[in-house]
Nanobody, 122 residues
């Protein structure tokens, strides 16, 4: 059974940093793209960042481009999201997901984690 488990969320002040991790189990995803999405209360789930399986291509949403960095360790079947200079508007539940395509489109991701809460106070 495929499982994605996020960790690293929490409460942080504006300007602070957090590092999210997503560990995959049940199969090897080294040949798949992995992505991070987020959903704030009352809003639709939105794309944050994606990384291809070789880690030579990444794609970030414009609002986080200079602040967030996605990376992965295929040996550990884990993807990371380093979030710096956090803002209150970054507050959301963050989800990791796996896709056979390097894409920002949520519907093209096959497996999803349960999410981890990130709260940024002003």
């Amino acid at each position: 059974q495929v499982q994605l488990v996020e960790s690293g969320g929490g409460l942080v002040q504006a300007g602070g940093s957090l590092r999210l991790s997503c560990a995959a189990s049940g199969r090897t995803f080294s040949s798949y793209a992995m992505g991070w999405f987020r959903q704030a209360p009352g809003k639709e789930r939105e794309f944050v960042a994606a990384i291809n399986w070789r880690s030579d291509s990444t794609y970030n949403q414009d609002s986080v481009k200079s602040r967030f960095t996605i990376s992965r360790d295929n040996a550990k079947n884990t993807v990371y999201l380093q979030m710096n200079s956090l803002k209150p508007e970054d507050t959301a539940i963050y989800y990791c997901a796996v896709s056979s395509r390097f894409t920002p489109t949520p519907s093209l991701y096959s497996y999803w984690g349960q999410g981890t809460q990130v709260t940024v106070s002003s």
